[in-house]
């Protein structure tokens, strides 16, 4: 069992940042894919970034250049540095864990992020 504790998120006005955090403890397997993903109202869930437990980073197109996601494999934690933030960036974001060998894959309870025009 893997729990997952996100911070982070709040109100900015477009063009603004904001750093979303998840933390994970619990059986932690060392080959893991950390990410977040967000949903927006109405919308299906989307992936935004993830990083392997090696480093290994994946973005979704319409946050590149503007986010980026890091990990301290130490403290089991990824971070998610959002840049340049857009109104199109609302939802809420969702941390997941997953097994790189195996099918366990956890999620957090989620981050609420509103971007303002």
């Known amino acids: 069992q893997v729990q997952l504790v996100e911070s982070g998120g709040g109100l900015v006005q477009a063009g603004g940042s904001l750093r979303l955090s998840c933390e994970a403890s619990?059986?932690?397997?060392?080959?893991?894919?950390m990410g977040w993903y967000r949903q927006a109202s109405g919308k299906q869930r989307e992936l935004v970034a993830t990083?392997?437990?090696?480093?290994?980073?994946n973005y979704a197109d319409s946050v590149k250049g503007r986010f980026t996601i890091s990990r301290d494999n130490a403290k089991n934690t990824v971070l998610l540095q959002m840049n340049s933030l857009k109104p199109e960036d609302t939802a809420v974001y969702y941390c997941?864990?997953?097994?790189?060998?195996?099918?366990?894959?956890?999620w957090g309870q989620g981050t609420q992020v509103t971007v303002s025009s």
């Open positions: 619990g059986f932690i397997s060392k080959r893991n894919v």
């Open positions: 997941k864990w997953s097994e790189v060998l195996g099918t366990s894959f956890y």
């Open positions: 990083i392997t437990s090696g480093g290994s980073t």
